[in-house]
């Protein structure tokens, strides 16, 4: 799942051309997974 950069919608499962089919932006990203991850603040 993405998220629009943009608008700020949730874009689910984008093809093979990311683009917010709300307002048509085109820089997508994905929101932070629910993994626990080790990330350093440096
Ligand atoms: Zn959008």
């Known amino acids: 799942m993405y998220k629009c950069g943009n608008c700020g919608k949730d874009v689910e499962e984008v093809t ?5 089919p709300f307002c048509a932006w ?3 990203y994905k929101p932070p997974l ?3 991850r080790n990330v350093k603040t440096d």
Request: hydrophobic letters at 55%; charged letters at 20%.
């Open 16 to 20: 093979n051309f990311v683009r917010c």
């Open 26 to 28: 085109r820089i997508l």
């Open 34 to 36: 629910p993994v626990a």
